[in-house]
């Protein structure tokens, strides 16, 4: 049953193991409804295995997910609630896209093909041809459109703009921001490349490692991020009281990603905002040491 | 949801139709030709008192017999490519991630998408069938060649109708296991014709224990018209194979000194010491009971593959 309060996705502990290996693991995310969410990590990091898991098609090995207070399987409820888009959009070639809107018409109880004819009609996408003989933009503007149809609650978005040019991909995520800004809808979008996601999004899930490692709105997760420059001192030391995210030395001088809990009183640190792919950035671990534990979630700083 | 299926699987349903009228043509007209024949010799055989050899009637259709003949390869057609792309082509190209997040469950999604093609396949199974069974009417008439061989058996009756069922739901399960459409082409193709052929060679001539006779010894093929025989073999008292003749030695001494002329009288003598023709075979009027027997057979080996389908699709991650 879908509780109205419940949040757009909830997972605790969530992993999934194929063979010996995790694809996923301690999984714990909150995403409040009405987010447009980018979920950002390394190539390997779990991204598509959370997607998948959230859209019903595989099974957690461990731990527990739900989507707008469903648990994720097979009901016409949970089913009609969830938009869903694989990665490289697959469609039937053969079909033209109005072929897929006639097929969506007869796979939902809730269909709803005129935003997505008005949608194809305005970007000048051919309906009426097999799509195999589309662009990869126009494929993935088809299979966005497809997904909307449904009238989703939460729509899930694996890596949607990864194989576009710039171009087509500035155009996707219009055409996302557009759909997201009408109506009670929470998009989880992933990629690996953040810069794609900043422009439309307003809240982050870092997986890192196959572990969540950052949940937030983005403005309190830039708020809750300083970076600390002063003279050279032990690291160790200088992360007394301090949650380093990542550390850096220089010859002559210290430099900190923190995250904050309190003011930093130390008057000999100089510090700085940081941009969101700094942070993200420091979070998987990119150059430098990761001086942090896995942390599950971060909420509005008090 | 039909809709779906039509539009995604017509041009299969295309060609085979196509095909099927085709052969549909072919085997009319000659099916026609081939009963005049037959009516003509009726006619005239009784007069001449040769109505035993309406067998060697049609002995030089050579071309349209070998084609009729190789109608048993289409239900194995229809699990090449019917069956095994059925799902397999759905997991090849990511297409069941499309499907199985659209509004309706994944048991709803493959009873309709499975549905279909099966009931097609049985009624092109059956529809071949009949075909061939009314092409094959005269030869059938005249007993040869025998309706229980392979070959015959195989191809007319209710047989091929479970034969491309099953062909069919071995594709499906194949693409469900395998995921992929070549290796599921190659596991129906293997398993098809390896099952066909040791059920055909092994299993189908002990369907009901065959009947057993015993006769005088060096009597030849001495089964009804039209049964399949197992075994006709001339057997000595002590129980051994002399179907190859007797060497001097082991004929009894009482049997000895016939001329060649008096073969027969030698043979009765053999008799009156133990020797034998003992044959075994099944009879033609057993032909409805072989073909049911073989269809529920094979049926329920389609029904187990469908329900391995459904086991991996419903428990399986996409």
């Excluded at chain 1, 992360?239 to 990603?257: D, E, F, H, P, Y």
């Excluded at chain 1, 003011?263 to 100089?270: G, I, Q, R």
């Excluded at chain 2, 093609?117 to 061939?132: I, K, M, Q, T």
């Excluded at chain 2, 059920?199 to 018209?225: C, D, K, Q, T």
Aim: with cysteine; proline share 6%.
């Amino acid at each position: 049953m879908s509780a109205p309060n419940a949040p757009a996705i909830n997972t605790a502990g969530l992993g999934k193991r194929y063979g010996p290996a995790w694809a996923l693991r301690d999984c714990s995310v909150s995403v409040p409804r009405g987010h447009v969410s980018a979920l950002v990590g390394s190539n390997g990091a779990g991204k598509t295995t959370l997607l998948k898991i959230l859209a019903g098609l595989s099974a957690p090995s461990t731990g527990t997910a739900s989507v707008l207070g469903r648990v994720p399987g097979q009901t016409g409820e949970f089913l009609g609630s969830i938009g869903y888009l694989a990665q490289d959009v697959p469609l039937y070639k053969r079909l033209s896209a109005n072929d897929h809107l006639g097929l969506g018409a007869h796979l939902n109880h809730r269909w709803d093909p005129g935003a997505a004819r008005a949608r194809l009609t305005a970007l000048r996408i051919p309906a009426d041809r097999p799509v195999s003989t589309l662009s990869g933009g126009q494929r993935a503007q088809v299979g966005l459109s497809l997904a909307l149809a449904k009238r989703p609650q939460v729509l899930l978005l694996d890596e949607p703009v990864a194989a576009l040019d710039p171009l087509a991909r500035r155009e996707f995520l219009a055409s996302l921001t557009e759909a997201a800004a009408d109506g009670d809808l929470s998009v989880i979008v992933s990629s690996h490349l953040l810069h794609d996601l900043e422009r439309v999004c307003d809240h982050l899930i870092l997986l890192a490692a196959s572990r969540t490692q950052l949940c937030g709105d983005i403005d309190d997760i830039l708020a809750a991020h300083r970076v600390l420059v002063g003279p050279r001192r032990d690291i160790d030391d200088a992360g007394r009281g301090l949650t380093v995210i990542k550390a850096t030395q220089a010859s002559r001088q210290t430099r900190l990603l923190v995250r904050l809990d309190g003011p930093v009183l130390d008057p000999s640190w100089a510090v700085t905002e940081v941009g969101l792919e700094d942070i993200v950035l420091a979070y998987m671990g990119e150059g430098g040491t990761l001086a942090a534990g896995p942390l599950t979630a971060i909420g509005p700083v008090r | 949801m039909n809709a779906l299926v039509w539009r995604l699987h017509r041009n299969q349903a295309y060609v085979a139709g196509a095909a099927l009228v085709a052969l549909g043509v072919l085997l009319l007209i000659t099916g026609i030709i081939m009963a005049r024949d037959y009516h003509a010799f009726l006619a005239s055989c009784a007069a001449a008192r040769s109505c035993g050899q309406a067998g060697q009637l049609f002995a030089g259709d050579g071309a349209i017999t070998t084609l009729v003949d190789a109608t048993m390869a289409v239900p194995l057609l229809f699990g090449l490519f019917w069956g095994a792309p059925l799902l397999a082509r759905e997991f090849e190209d990511g297409t069941h991630d499309l499907a199985w997040t659209q509004g309706v469950t994944r048991i709803r999604w493959l009873n309709h998408t499975i549905l279909w093609p099966l009931l097609a396949a049985a009624g092109w199974g059956a529809a071949l069938a009949a075909l061939v069974s009314w092409w094959r009417g005269p030869q059938n008439a005249a007993g040869a060649p025998v309706r229980l061989a392979t070959f015959t058996f195989d191809i007319q009756g209710i047989v091929p109708v479970a034969y491309t069922v099953f062909a069919v739901a071995l594709g499906i399960a194949a693409g469900a296991l395998l995921r992929r459409v070549l290796p599921a082409m190659a596991a129906t193709f293997t398993v098809f014709t390896g099952l066909r052929f040791l059920i055909a060679e092994y299993a189908r001539p002990h369907y009901l224990a065959p009947v057993s006779r015993s006769l005088p010894p060096f009597i030849g093929n001495a089964a009804p018209h039209g049964a399949l025989v197992l075994s006709n073999a001339t057997l000595g008292p002590d129980g051994r194979n002399y179907t190859a003749g007797l060497g001097f030695q082991q004929v009894p001494p009482a049997c000895r000194g016939y001329g060649p002329q008096a073969s027969g009288q030698q043979n009765s003598c053999l008799a009156t010491h133990g020797f034998h023709t003992h044959i075994l075979y099944q009879p033609a009027s057993r032909f409805w009971a072989f073909q049911g027997i073989e269809t529920g057979l094979f049926l329920v080996l389609a029904a187990a593959l469908i329900a391995v389908a459904y086991r991996m699709i419903l428990t399986r991650d996409a």
